[in-house]
């Protein structure tokens, strides 16, 4: 019998944007011979030679580089295919293109490459005149050109040929039936393989009996480009999930198979593994064919399943553990200055700080590379981001970086299908259009969105969208010097783009006040107040007490403290005094409160003393009746988010199936950071997490990545849990609405007890975050810190979500028309596109990103969902949620502690400690504390989104009663006594209480009917938090009727500005009474 021709297995590098650098490649090629996978393609569309300017030969430098990354793939027995793209603009009746194509393609020989292809793919299918007087067909003149260069190269062994129509959805009618197929298979020299994708661009499954048809068509078995995990159409998604979906037995209807995998190095290591598991299964199948039949061979594999994709994934696994943990463990592995930030205190920003500043060294920061990234800052161009613009390299430098961002990307890469491209800046990855034109543009410059910030002064640095050049010995590149550890200028850069507390118009303009930090991406809003010796003790340098090595989410655990964690009974005397404790059933029945449970009870009524002593106006009784400050009831006390769900609710609950620890009573209570860091139900191990925080990561934590990352048409186990958890919610959310629809509380009883399971889903998730920024190696963290942690901000805002729909919607209209249906976004703005089965995995926008986002009620506004990751990633825990009445004091505190000032204005605050809380958050606490959420570390909370959902209500209520309450705290005269660091904020206090309010105009109200207020404190310098606070507060708003939202910013407080303007907001153009300082801002939602 013949020998069988060997059958190439391995990967090409054929995606859109920033091509592998050559260690990447070299790393490659040792995962290719460890799964004993033979070959590699070298396809990367953006280089510019391979492409663009593929008549340009190498220079001595590249042509030595290459010759380098040759010798290399040889040495591990891997064969280097040199791939050359040029039918973009190849003039194929030109004698002097075709001789340049050869040329090329001799030097290449001339370096040790045996083995060629040539690229037709995603190209326009129409030929210029001169083509069309030669050849009848873009057929003929493609076949002419590839019949040529095969001989003229000496009919090599390996010579593969790219046809335009490279997958029976882009054939017309179909592949049997195609003019251009039937030629190409005529014309072309038998020699000459050809390649295919399968059904469509990125196809879910590949059979035996469709490419069946394609062999006969084509007169030889075509080598498949399988671009399952092709990942450059859709800037939110990456897949790590097993190769699955290729029948058994296809190897024999094939000569080959090249899997195009993720733009991303490090995200390849399941793909490429799974695959070599794969590949050997279908070669001991096809050890059988001496003996029997090549149709009984492949039934009987598909019989014997001898290749299992979970199987091959467990496999993967554990490899996968070990090699990040491996490369963790490597000198230079870890990415230096990532702890948790500082609770307190920390580096003081300075006024025009550069150095370290934020920066985006591309539009698209899922393309950060390390290892030397060659990070080029591409120039702005005028095209639409819906076109796409996209970066073009030379031949990457020897430690340039990972890809271009997927701002820049097309297709699938390679015959990875004719799309226009999806781009990072407009949130929206465009959908796949046959025969689209290829673009060549530059990528669009990228705003980075800001935090809302306390304007307590304000920012003197500029706004601006363009994006800034990383020098190549940059840190984030590797190829200088280390990365700037946050106690360094890196929180500095990152400060400047997280919200802060805004005291008022007025303090922005003050001319003592340092202003704070800026960059060029955008500016962060918010003072920051000094640093005391005491804060300075409690800095992540401090030395740890006992007492706070108990409570800390990073010290040691002991055995004893295990057995008492997060999960373990509470005493009646706890919980009685925490906010987040059981409620037993004694406590249900036991009717009203002690006055000194009361007072520590975060649902407890607040007594008439207290009243008198609080900073807010006194509650009348009616107010006290209906507000979220009432007793609750026994029958309240069962429908409350915080109630016990007892072992017979559990059981009845429609839920997913729930473990023996979650059935038993335990409330919908919020996780804090410090349960979140240490919960016994996260991935980690208690006695894991006893030995370090930066343990390596474990078995289940990175299945939990993958399973969250899966594959382009089918979501992982912990995905699918999130979905079905939050879509079940957001469905039977009226259950648990205002007022109830659900006498006997079955119902709410049900949700509540799926809304615990996905809140615990939503800590794990947050916690793999902060695990993998805690301990993965540089290399794999720049790769998928970008995707995790957009999912982390998500499901920040989606948790807390959860937890407001609790008791705060609205199941009625308003009687003014001003909410309106609750739940009308439900069936209209983001209703579900129903997509049929042929659509490719671009239309399903997002992925798990995509679903979750179009759950929320503004899931429609993109620019609220976008923002570039942080350069330094931080592994601080946070939790969003809705207030609590205890928070009050902690969230003054921050006010506080917000604002630099001198001694002088110390003794002020001293003495009235509320003021500048009463002057920000009074009103909302006092008036609209359903629509209050706060933001809370390991610290307690650090950020507040307040609301109003009928903003005139409100303004009415707040100048009749609250205000005249409040004025009897602060004399007019109080902060008078001259100028002084600080003073400015106080005195546009005063003057907020003591002078008649500015009205809004009626038509702001009527287009934009609720009110916003946003700010963090200076320890907060994640973005991505704030951004959640932004969108869990206007999803309340927008849940319960509200169409538009507008704040009040002063046109000196730049940070606030941009925040906001970052967020979707515009300058109102009303004339606003006499305050020309001050400014509106709005947006629909």
Known sequence: MAERPRFLCGVVEGFYGRPWSMDQRKLLFQWLRRRGLNCYMYAPKDELKHRLLWREPYTEHEAARLRSLIEAAHEQAVEFIFAISAGQDMVFSSAGDRLLLQQKLRQVAAMGCRSF????????????????????????????????????????????????EYCS???????????????????????????????????????????????????????????LYANDYDCRRVFLGPYMGRAPGLTSRLHGLLLNPNCELQANFIPIHTLGTWFRSEMESCAHSDHAGTEEVAAQGAQDGSYSPQEALELALRDWVAEINQQASEPGGRTPGRPSVSLKGGPRLQPGTAVGQEVTPDPQPHSSAPG???????????????????????????????????????????????????????????????????????????????????????????????????????????????????????????????????????????????????????????PMAPVTPKEAGSGPMAPVTPKEARTSPTSQVTPEEVVSGPMAPVT?????????????????????????????????????????????????????????????????????PTSQVTPKEARTSPMAPVTSEEAEPGPTALMTPKEAGSDPTAPLSPEEAASSPTAPLTLEEVRMLVELFYLPYHHGALARELLEHFRWLRANSL?????????????????????????????????????????????????????????????LAASAFVLWLDGHLLCEPDPKGTWGNCFGWCQSITAPILLGRDAEPWARRGGLFGELQALLPVGNSCDLFYHPPPLFPSSQLYLLRPLLPLDKGELYRMCRESLDCDPKVAEILVAHPDLLGDRLLGSFLSLSPEYTFVLEDEGGPCGYAAGALHAEGFLQQRDSSWLPAVRHKYPPDLGTAGSALGQDALEEAVLFFHEEPLAVPQPVLRRFPSLVQLGTAPRVLDVGASRSLALCLLSALRANGSRGVFCQVSDADRQQLSFYSKLGFVALPVAWGSSPGAQLLGRLL
């Open 117 to 164: 292809a040539l690229l037709f793919d995603d190209i326009d299918p129409c030929m210029c005149q001169a083509d069309r007087n030669v050849f009848p067909s873009l057929a003929q003149a493609q076949a002419s050109v590839a019949n040529e260069v095969y001989q003229e190269l000496g009919q090599p062994s390996v010579f593969l040929f790219c046809p335009t």
């Open 169 to 227: 959805s882009l054939c017309s009618p179909s592949p049997s039936q195609s003019c251009y197929l039937q030629t190409i298979g005529q014309e072309l020299l038998p020699g000459i393989g050809v390649i295919w994708t399968g059904p469509k661009v990125v196809s879910q499954e590949l059979s035996a009996a469709l490419l069946e048809e394609v062999e006969a068509v084509l007169r030889r078995r075509p080598v498949i480009w399988d671009n």
């Open 372 to 526: 030397g990234a060659d990070q080029h800052s591409p120039e702005p161009c005028g095209a639409a981001p819906e076109q796409g613009c996209r970066e073009v390299t030379s031949e990457p430098e020897e430690d340039s970086g990972n890809r271009t961002p997927a701002g820049h990307q097309q297709s699938p890469a390679g015959a990875g299908g004719q799309l226009a491209t999806g781009s990072r800046e407009s949130c929206e990855p465009s959908s796949g259009v046959a025969g689209s034109a290829q673009s060549g543009g530059i990528p669009v410059a990228t705003k980075t969105l800001p935090g809302p910030s306390p304007t307590t002064s304000s920012s003197t640095g500029a706004d601006t969208s363009q994006n800034i050049s990383l020098p190549a010995s940059d840190a984030r590149t590797g190829g200088g010097s280390p990365i700037q550890s946050p106690s360094s200028t890196q929180p500095e850069a990152i400060r400047a783009d997280v919200p802060q507390t805004p005291p008022g118009p007025g303090a922005a303009a003050s001319p003592c006040a340092p202003a704070p930090l800026t960059d060029e991406l955008g500016a962060r809003p918010g």
């Open 572 to 640: 009646p005397e706890e919980a009685r005094t925490s906010p987040t404790s059981q409620v037993t059933p004694e406590e249900v029945g036991s009717g009203p409160m002690t006055p000194k449970e009361a007072r520590t009870s975060p649902t407890s009524q607040v007594t008439p003393e207290e009243a008198r002593t609080s900073p807010m106006p006194p509650v009348t009784s009616e107010e006290a009746g209906s507000g979220p400050m009432a007793p609750v009831t026994p029958e309240e006390a069962r429908t409350s």
């Open 735 to 795: 259950s648990v609405g205002v007022p109830a629809t659900a006498p006997d509380a079955c119902g709410g009883t049900r949700w509540r007890g799926r809304a615990q399971s996905f809140q615990q889903l939503c800590a794990r998730t947050c916690r793999l975050h902060s695990r993998l920024v805690s301990t993965a190696g540089r290399a794999l963290l720049y790769d998928l810190h970008p995707y995790l942690w957009d999912i982390r901000n998500l499901l």
